[in-house]
């Protein structure tokens, strides 16, 4: 599955693809939660919180599938 359509599919609150965006950017949401050398989880989790309020959020893009449709969507 292309990360649009992964992308969509989170923006519908599926759990499974808002979990596999989460494992895509682990590495980096790990390396931005070390601060002083040591690993910070609640900055780790607010990072992932703040993501996933970030993918909600994210506008509404038709996939390649639909652009070939033609649909319009409001």
Request: glycine share 0%.
């Amino acid at each position: 599955m292309e990360f649009e359509e992964l992308l969509q599919y989170a923006r519908t609150y599926d759990k499974k693809a808002m979990m596999d965006i989460i494992e895509m950017y682990r590495p980096l949401l790990i390396s931005q939660a070390i601060i002083n050398e040591k690993f910070d989880e609640d900055l780790y989790q607010e990072l992932v919180y703040t993501m996933l309020l970030c993918i909600l959020k994210f506008p509404y893009i038709p996939t390649k599938w639909e652009q070939r449709e033609n649909k319009h969507y409001i």
